[in-house]
């Protein structure tokens, strides 16, 4: 078919498991996490670490950013970089902001 | 009419075209609901009165393990098309439907909870924000449910004229389908826990 051994491709179905069970685990420790009552901040930099963690999971094995070609990562990285903008430019815009 | 390059890698990019289509595709669902995610903080931050009556979180964990499961089996199904073996595919995409079924099947009972104590987009932020984000989701779901509906049914009949072609479908529906995971894997602990 499409250039991998069947070995290879059993041992990806390994990974694949694996990374299922990774997170699992990860979304047991974000509902723990919660229960933990932490202030705002840490409850929330601690929440987006361990999502992020996942989001990275999925992204690396199950949608094989991992082995992709470099014009991929171009448009990525171009993403990411518009995305931090789209983030951070309405927030900025309220720190400080008067509220009447 | 014979689209070239839908099985073939085109020699500039070293992708066939699916790949490369898909992938700028997800680049402006990031933009979408980076949106959505920044308007939520925005609003959130805003006033000190945000937490309404709390979501269900047990639910909602459920949904969690929901789509990741099926994340995994589509990831399964296009690895059993590799091996050729089309049954095996078929399975895993029925099941990832099946887990798309579940996901829509607990969204909307939840949904219905809320209706069923009048609660609206419009009743306060905190909901609004809730019903916008878990519903464009929700419409997410569902547009992958219908491809998936597609490869299973008048769509397999490819994998008998062109099987690499329609190896590439999956793979590419598998590559979307995990976006809307990712999105997911954002949203949960963003409105049901913090």
Request: hydrophobic fraction near 50%; include cysteine.
């Amino acid at each position: 078919m499409s250039g991998h051994s069947v070995e290879e491709i059993k041992k990806e179905t390994a990974v694949y498991l694996a990374v299922f069970a990774g997170l699992a685990v990860l979304t047991g420790v974000t509902v723990g996490v919660s229960y933990l009552h932490l202030s705002p901040g840490p409850a929330i930099a601690l929440a987006l670490l361990i999502a992020s963690i996942k989001g990275a999971l999925v992204a690396s094995f199950f949608m094989h950013l991992l082995n992709e070609k470099k014009l991929i990562y171009s448009v990525l990285i171009l993403t990411v970089i518009f995305f931090v903008a789209l983030m951070a430019l309405p927030i900025a815009s309220e720190v400080g902001a008067t509220r009447f | 009419m014979d689209i070239p390059y839908t099985v073939e890698p085109r020699p500039d990019t070293g992708l066939y075209n699916g790949k490369l289509g898909i992938w700028l595709f997800l680049a402006s669902e990031v933009m979408l609901f980076g949106a959505l995610f920044s308007t939520l903080i925005v609003l959130r931050s805003a006033v000190d009165n945000w937490h309404q009556t709390p979501f269900n979180v047990p639910l909602a964990t459920v949904n969690t393990f929901v789509l990741i499961g099926s994340s995994v089996t589509v990831v399964l199904a296009w690895a059993n098309l590799r091996l050729n073996n089309f049954k095996k595919a078929k399975m895993f995409i029925w099941i990832t439907f099946l887990c798309g079924v579940a996901f829509m099947g607990i969204k909307s009972y939840e949904y219905m909870e809320k209706f069923a104590h009048h609660i609206y987009p419009s009743t306060h932020n905190y909901y609004a924000t809730y019903f916008t984000l878990t519903g464009l989701h929700g419409l997410h779901v569902l547009g992958g449910m219908i491809v998936f509906a597609y490869l299973l049914g008048p769509g397999a009949k490819m994998w008998e004229t062109d099987p690499q072609r329609y190896t590439n479908r999956v793979e590419v529906t598998g590559l979307y389908w995990h976006f809307v995971d990712l999105v997911w894997i954002f949203l949960f602990p963003m409105l049901y826990l913090l």
